[in-house]
């Protein structure tokens, strides 16, 4: 994916080539020049997003992030609790701390979407059943109720033990992008431009 979107900023390159060359020939009588810059400017942004989204993607999946393993049983005590959102459905931010069995617990935040009638059902201090994934500490399911069956009195893990999910590495993406379009617009002026 990474390539392919670096590939297309290639393309993108070459549309702005196509829109600079259109734009320097508008005021001309030469035939094409109008059609050249309208049809590059009308395609560099949808080509861009999708170049662009191919590239992220990519990105993800290098770092490993697009992986969902087997799913584990804990228990998780709501620390604070913060719901947003209209209509009958609401997100729910979670401030959690997570105890799985014969691991140390550790602080993580986590979503869940719950209807308004079970808001209260998620308020700090209460134990609930979570699912969370041993190998990505960070990616934690929440249920969308928060039943009494828990139960189970946890101590709140400290603010050191919290993990986060890992951050896409783009610095070096950004700089083969920029190269990308500076190729396309030299390939373009190269074999087009005049």
Not at 103 to 108: D, E, I, L, Q, S
Not at 131 to 142: A, I
Not at 149 to 154: C, D, I, R, S
């Amino acid at each position: 994916m990474f390539w392919v979107g670096l590939l297309l900023f290639v393309v993108v390159g070459g549309e702005l080539g196509a829109v600079i060359q259109g734009a320097t020939r508008l005021g001309d009588d030469e035939p094409g020049s109008i059609a050249q810059f309208v049809i590059g400017v009308n395609l560099v942004p949808w080509t861009a997003l999708l170049a662009a989204a191919l590239t992220y993607d990519g990105r993800r999946r290098r770092a490993g992030l697009h992986l969902k393993g087997p799913l584990a049983p804990a228990f998780a005590r709501i620390e604070e609790s913060r719901a947003t959102g209209d209509g009958p459905d609401h997100t729910v931010e979670l401030d959690l701390t997570v105890a799985p069995k014969g691991r140390p617990a550790y602080r993580v935040e986590g979503r869940a979407r719950v209807n308004v009638m079970h808001l209260p059902e998620f308020t700090a201090g209460r134990t609930l059943d979570v699912s969370y994934d041993p190998e990505r500490p960070w990616q934690v399911e929440v249920p969308e109720r928060c039943p009494d069956g828990a139960g189970v009195p946890l101590d709140t893990a400290p603010e050191s033990s919290r993990v986060h999910k890992p951050k896409v590495p783009l610095r070096g993406a950004l700089y083969a992008v920029l190269g990308a379009v500076l190729l396309g617009v030299t390939v373009f002026f190269l074999k087009w431009g005049s």
